[in-house]
């Protein structure tokens, strides 16, 4: 079973405020991933990490922000919630070899209402 | 155009059913084929890769690549009710960064 965490679960939160999504992992992987996912919908990348002090921005646009400066901590920001923030977002990490074996953790799942 | 396809079912089979799931893609450059299970409330599991076109087998479950159709097929014999999951299809190409996911299919399998 893959060691990899993201808190919370379930998060409701009003339009305007700021929010910290968390994930971390304890395998010791280089790479991390932050996906969002929505009824019906395939898997989007929005943010994605080789390692410390490395982020990149994934296919899918969004006001997210997320930093790297510990391997195992890969946290996601949004500055101002909106209603159209809400979805599931998924993080997942791997190691350095292929692309394929990616580690999902459980979600979280945000509503803004 | 989406860069792969998958039907979103749902499928509701009864158990010991041979369940075919599929997808297809319109990128020739894919080489990496995955079919990842993802439980209601749970992040995906990878369940199986193939690497190029050909045949993989694993117990119950047997995934096809026919890259001259651009056709990929996840087959599960003897499905059992611990096998209701949605399915969710995945390339990517050699050296690339990122993977491409179908929608999923949503498989019930009734006891």
């Known amino acids: 079973e893959a060691d990899i965490y993201q808190t919370p679960r379930y998060l409701v939160i009003g339009t305007g405020k700021k929010i910290t999504l968390e994930c971390s992992q304890t395998m010791g992987h280089d790479k991390m991933y932050w996906y969002q996912q929505d009824p019906g919908m395939e898997l989007h990348l929005i943010h994605y990490?080789?390692?410390?002090?490395?982020?990149e921005k994934g296919d899918l646009s969004s006001e997210s922000t997320v930093s790297r400066i510990r391997t195992e901590h890969f946290p996601l920001t949004l500055e101002s919630a909106r209603p159209s923030h809400t979805s599931q977002y998924l993080c997942a990490s791997r190691t350095g070899g292929s692309v394929y074996e990616q580690y999902f953790g459980p979600g979280t799942r945000l509503t803004v209402t | 155009q989406k860069e792969v396809e998958q039907d979103p079912g749902p499928l509701s089979v009864p158990e010991g059913a041979i369940v075919s799931l599929n997808c297809t893609y319109s990128?020739?450059?894919?080489?990496?084929f995955m079919w990842y299970r993802q439980y209601s409330r749970k992040g995906p599991e990878l369940l199986m890769y193939?690497?190029?076109?050909g045949n993989k087998e694993d117990g119950r479950f047997t995934a096809q690549v026919d890259k001259s159709s651009k056709y990929i097929s996840l087959f599960i014999r003897d499905s059992q009710p611990s096998d209701s999951a949605t399915y969710l299809c995945a390339m990517s190409q050699t050296g690339a960064n990122n993977l491409f996911f179908g929608t999923g299919t949503r498989l019930t399998v009734i006891p």
């Open positions: 990128n020739s450059a894919f080489q990496y």
């Open positions: 193939t690497y190029s076109s």
């Open positions: 990490s080789y390692g410390v002090n490395s982020t």
